[in-house]
């Protein structure tokens, strides 16, 4: 009643969902900039591929943690409210496309934020990496 048990990321689930989504981004061809934080939308793992645009570093990181506190996928919110949420955050939340967040047995163990490509290609990387850590889970 008093405490309530969870799951939460590793930093080697992290590299797992890193190497998922690298891989994607790969065969895509797409370089990609990759962030994938924990349930307080801390930052596990980072990587900006060689080629990736680097301000898509920032997008990134914001992305997943938009996913993560909004435990909702990035892009989806009003085109009318986007701003006022930018501004009311300090730019710390996005709607821009390419932020997941993570499920593990219907618990949210954090999210994975992917930028440098199109929104559609962001979140095509970013389901790989989920889609690898769930392999590995099995």
Known sequence: MYLRQTQELTHQAALVILQGAIAKAEAMGVPQCIAIVDTGGNLLAFIRMDGAKFLSQISATQKA???????????????????????????????????????????????????????????????AGIAALQEKLG
Do not use: F, H, R, Y
């Not at 949420?85 to 730019?91: F, H, I």
């Not at 390419?98 to 389901?127: C, F, H, K, R, Y």
């Open 65 to 127: 943690i938009t996913a993560m506190s909004s435990k909702a996928p990035t892009g989806g919110v009003a085109a009318d409210v986007e701003l006022k949420l930018a501004l009311a955050t300090a730019g710390q939340l996005t709607n821009l496309k390419g932020g997941l967040p993570i499920e593990i047995n219907g618990q949210l163990v954090g999210a994975i934020g992917v930028g440098s490509g199109t929104g559609a290609q962001d979140v095509e990387v970013a389901q």
